[in-house]
């Protein structure tokens, strides 16, 4: 499997064109996607010292780090569900069981989708979350949800496949109607405020790297993406 | 103008850009931080061109048919918060102030818009009635203007297409991390405004209405159906959503639909939005 990973690095280039042309002459579905990148050309995501790796440069190390952030939400919100801090009112109750349904579909569908292909199923570390505390849970929300646009923003281009970068689109936007919700429970109207905004009034984005070495304080199985720049300390 | 002196800019933030404008440029790479840099660096006449020639055309629409169709749906979207704010509508204080957050973003949208277009912009003044908009849509929303109900269910739909608009050209963009990640960047706003407004709508009494769009059209207003087409999509690139394993038993149809926002073609969106003015 390593020499095959090291064959791999090295003709990266040619691997992904010739996956992408065998992809986009195709059905343009997961499943073809996913059932493709089962051929021995396109080697499993690796096993890292710290933790694991989303792999080679390409569509599946995207979903694959699509699949990381989702697993880290989805587990947050099941927290919360589970142990709901005192002071919830009933329609934060639901809106917040909304979102963890939300979550826990998107992280479902990267599995589905990446197959075989999919990176393990991550370990998380909430100890700096009092999750009995309103305010320490919702400014958590506030990091994941606000985390995530700039993630799915700062990696659509990396997505070569059309069908994929629809797919992140369909997903980020839903992010930021968390966002825009967690937000408004905090302070109201702070929905896109200039903490995260920029003069002309766009979201910002943040690289795979800058993504990972936040997302990486909450997980004790560390995801690193050596072929994006970014290996877990 | 100093032509040499904007090369130099971009220059700083993209050191492929002479690559980029000569033939023999190579794969799309890009730049970072578009809007804060470029944008912001007071572009000429002929950035547009050199633009257009540096990153080019994807797909089949060109870039520039791309960033237009954008600026309409702002400029619409700019006039219709100017026009809310400046009516006699009876907003609350908190009501005013996502209006007037909302308000700046749009016409900070077109603002950019039209600066990374230059020349190429299409005029405001070719839209609507010598750019006056009709906001009641040919009388299907008569009140739109003097009723507060009526203005928010307006602005939700304007938001929630306009997010569905955004998606739709991303396929256009692949790997184009300049103008895709504008685009983006512009995409998540406007559903954080969705969002917000439909949170707004929801205190006001419509409980039904969430911050996220439940099946396809949730807002109870019919005339709005087109906008909605195709949001209780269950099947995602060849997953069944609702086949997954959820929290108790699978993903609801509710969580499904709710999870994941659908996009419109630009021929939809037109449609949508030409009651309005929009040309």
Redesign the interface.
């Known amino acids: 499997m390593e020499t095959e990973n090291l064959i791999e690095n090295a003709n990266v280039n040619m691997a992904r064109r010739s996956f992408l042309r065998y992809a986009g002459a195709g059905v343009?579905?997961?499943?073809?996607?996913a059932a493709a990148s089962c051929q021995k050309t396109y080697p499993p995501v690796a096993d890292t010292p710290k933790g694991i790796d989303i792999g080679a440069t390409g569509d599946l190390a995207i979903l694959n780090y699509a699949y990381a952030l989702e697993q880290l939400e989805a587990a947050f919100y099941?927290n919360v569900?589970a142990q709901m801090y005192t002071g919830a009112s009933a329609d934060e109750i639901a809106?917040l069981t909304?979102i963890?349904?939300?979550?826990?579909?998107?992280r479902?569908?990267f599995k589905?989708?990446l197959g075989t292909n999919a990176i393990q199923d991550l370990s998380v570390n909430f100890s700096a979350i009092d999750f009995s505390s309103r305010a320490s849970v919702l400014a958590a929300a506030k990091a994941f949800e606000d985390t995530g646009?700039t993630a799915?923003?700062?990696a659509?281009?990396l997505?070569?496949?059309?069908?994929?970068?629809?797919?992140a689109?369909?997903?980020?936007?839903?992010?930021?109607?968390?966002?825009?919700?967690i937000r408004?429970l905090i302070s109201?109207?702070s929905?896109?405020?200039t903490t995260v905004?920029?003069?002309?009034?766009?979201?910002?984005?943040q690289s795979i790297a800058q993504v990972l070495a936040i997302a990486n304080t909450y997980l004790t199985t560390k995801v690193s993406a050596s072929n994006y720049g970014y290996v877990a300390s | 103008m100093n032509l040499l002196g904007i090369i130099e800019e971009i220059e700083k933030v993209d050191p492929e850009f002479q690559d980029r404008i000569s033939p023999r440029r190579a794969a799309i790479r890009?730049i970072?931080s578009f809007?804060?840099k470029v944008?912001?660096a007071a572009l000429p006449f002929a950035f547009s061109t050199l633009f257009k020639k540096a990153y080019g055309q994807t797909?089949t629409v060109p870039v520039n048919d791309v960033l237009n169709y954008a600026l309409k749906l702002e400029y619409l979207e700019a006039a219709f918060y100017n026009a809310g704010i400046a009516s006699s509508l009876a907003f609350s204080a908190?009501e005013k102030?996502?209006l007037t957050?909302?308000q700046?973003?749009?016409?900070?949208?077109v603002?950019?818009l039209k600066t990374v277009l230059s020349s190429a912009a299409v005029a405001q003044s070719t839209q609507g009635t010598n750019g006056v908009y009709d906001f009641t849509a040919g009388g299907t929303f008569p009140t739109v203007l003097s009723n507060v109900d009526t203005y928010f269910a307006v602005a939700q739909a304007f938001e929630d297409t306009g997010?569905r608009a955004?998606?739709?050209q991303?396929?256009y963009l692949?790997?184009?991390?300049v103008v895709?990640?504008?685009a983006?960047?512009?995409?998540?706003?406007?559903?954080?405004?969705?969002?917000?407004v439909r949170?707004i709508r929801r205190l006001r009494g419509a409980t039904g209405t969430?911050?996220?769009i439940t099946g396809a059209n949730d807002t109870g207003i019919t005339a709005v159906n087109a906008n909605y087409a195709g949001e209780d999509n269950l099947n995602?690139?060849?997953?069944t959503?609702t086949s997954?394993?959820?929290?108790s038993g699978n993903?609801?149809v509710?969580?499904?639909t709710?999870?994941?926002?659908?996009?419109l073609t630009s021929a939809q969106v037109v449609a949508l939005v030409a009651p309005f003015g929009v040309k």
Do not use: C
């Open positions: 343009a579905t997961v499943g073809v996607l099941i569900s809106l909304d963890r349904d939300h979550e826990v579909a998107h479902q569908f589905a989708a646009v799915y923003n700062g659509g281009y997505i070569q496949s059309a069908t994929y970068l629809t797919l689109g369909k997903i980020v936007s839903v992010e930021a109607r968390h966002a825009s919700y408004n109201p109207g929905f896109a405020d905004l920029d003069a002309n009034g766009m979201d910002k984005q | 890009n970072t809007g804060s944008a912001v797909g908190t102030s996502y957050t909302i700046g973003h749009e016409n900070a949208h603002a950019f997010v955004y998606k739709g991303a396929q692949v790997g184009n991390q895709l990640t504008a983006l960047n512009i995409h998540s706003v406007e559903a954080r405004h969705a969002s917000a949170l969430k911050p996220w995602q690139g060849g997953v959503i997954l394993a959820g929290v993903v609801s509710n969580a499904a709710e999870g994941f926002d659908e996009p």
